[in-house]
Structure formats: structure tokens, C-alpha cells
């Protein structure tokens, strides 16, 4: 069975850092695309970003792009979110997905998400 | 960036009835493979999202046959053949063929 757990959401302030990580299981880890979905409170989904199996590529949607940086541990079955220069607007439940990548692209596994909170 | 524009937003249904949902992007969904990337997820109260359909009108393991998917290049809709309490929620297109990847704003399902 496919599990994704995130981990790391936290009350930071304005202008700080935060690093989330997502614990994968179930699936050969390094053979798929993942990616970060984020959901303001009571607002609809957002892509935030993809990598690809191997690491060497990123892509980002425009708002992130220079202050958050996905990478990933295919030793250690984990992605992770570095978010820098967090605003009020970063506030947002974090979800690690999966991509089904080559003829499939899109997210087929979800995990429970993890609450980042930017508030002074 | 491709804008994803899904119509109604609200859409409210009575059981065993048959509901649609739109969903219409900004430029041709078609990728260079001649594939279309256009998923369909579910995301009931207090849940994560859950795909439902991929590549227009692929059911994902799981999902019951009364959801289908049909459309293409630009206007794509969702079908509930007969809605069941467990349905309510809320509908997000999105399309995985052109970076960034882009979602609809949402259809909220209520009995």
C-alpha cells in the first residue's frame, strides 16, 4: 500500500524558514515523479512544485520560484520542501503526492498534509 | 499559465440524481505524446484528495462507474450518473500537460 506521511508543519514568522519532509512507503520511491500541492484554509488546491525520479529536475510554480527548493533522498524513500522567505500567503495545509509521471502525469497518491502557519 | 475555469462552483443535487461539472482551459490540453493530461479529484470533508479519473476518462483503481470523463483539447466535464450521499465534496480539474501544472477553483457537491 502507498503511504505518504508529512512532517514539519509549524507556526513560523514572516520572512523565516521552514523544512517539510514527506516519509514515503509501499513504492519504489526513485522510479516516480513527487510533488507538493499546498491548500490555504478554506481555499482550493495549488500546485507548488514537481522533481523528477532522479532529482536532476524541478519545476515550481511562479510564486515560489528563488524561495522554496524541493529535493529528494531516493536512499531514504523521502522528499523534502525547503520554504524561505515565508509570507502570510504561505499559510496552507502541505500535501506530498505522487506523480505517475511518463503517459500518466498527474497525482494518484496524497498524504494527510502538513499545516504551515506564517503568522507574527 | 494555463487557467483551469470549472463551472457551476456550487452544485447542489438530489440523491440519485445525475450531476455534471465543467472544466475548460485556457490553451489545448494536448501534449506532444497526442495524450491529454486532464485529472479530475475528489476531496470530501476533512480529507486529502483522491484522484478519480486521469487522461480525461480513466477511472482510477476503486473509483465507481457512475463517475465518468469525456471532452477534449480545451472543455472537459465530469459526470456523477447517480449521486450517493458519499459524494459530497469537492471537484478540482487539473491539468498535468503543461508546466506549471494548474488547477480549477473547485465545485462544491452538496445534497
Known amino acids: 500500500e502507498v503511504q505518504l506521511v508529512e512532517s514539519g508543519g509549524d507556526l513560523v514568522q514572516p520572512g523565516g524558514s521552514l523544512r517539510l519532509s514527506c516519509a514515503a512507503s509501499g513504492f519504489n520511491f526513485g522510479s516516480y515523479w513527487m510533488g507538493w500541492v499546498r491548500q490555504a484554509p478554506g481555499k482550493g488546491l495549488e500546485w507548488v512544485g514537481n522533481i523528477k525520479r532522479d532529482g536532476s529536475e524541478q519545476q515550481y510554480m511562479g510564486s515560489v520560484k528563488g524561495r522554496f527548493a524541493i529535493s529528494r533522498d531516493n536512499a531514504k524513500n523521502s522528499l523534502y520542501l525547503q520554504m524561505n522567505s515565508l509570507t502570510v500567503e504561505d499559510t496552507a495545509v502541505y500535501y506530498c503526492?505522487?506523480?505517475?509521471?511518463?503517459?500518466?502525469?498527474?497525482?494518484?497518491?496524497w498524504g494527510q498534509g502538513t499545516l504551515v502557519t506564517v503568522s507574527s | 499559465d494555463v487557467v483551469m475555469t470549472q463551472s457551476p462552483l456550487s452544485l447542489p443535487v438530489t440523491l440519485g440524481q445525475a450531476a455534471s461539472i465543467s472544466c475548460r482551459s485556457s490553451q489545448s490540453l494536448v501534449y506532444k505524446d497526442k495524450n491529454t493530461y486532464l485529472n479530475w479529484f475528489q476531496q470530501r470533508p476533512g480529507q486529502s484528495p483522491r484522484r478519480l479519473l486521469y487522461?480525461?476518462?480513466n477511472r482510477e483503481s476503486g473509483v465507481p462507474d457512475r463517475f465518468s470523463g469525456s471532452g477534449s483539447v480545451t472543455d472537459f466535464t465530469l459526470k456523477i450518473s447517480r449521486v450517493e450521499a458519499e459524494d459530497v465534496g469537492i471537484y478540482y480539474c487539473m491539468q498535468g500537460t503543461h508546466w506549471p501544472y494548474t488547477f480549477g477553483q473547485g465545485t462544491k457537491l452538496e445534497i
Open positions: 503526492a505522487r506523480d505517475c509521471g511518463d503517459d500518466c502525469w498527474g497525482f494518484d497518491n
Open positions: 487522461k480525461i476518462s
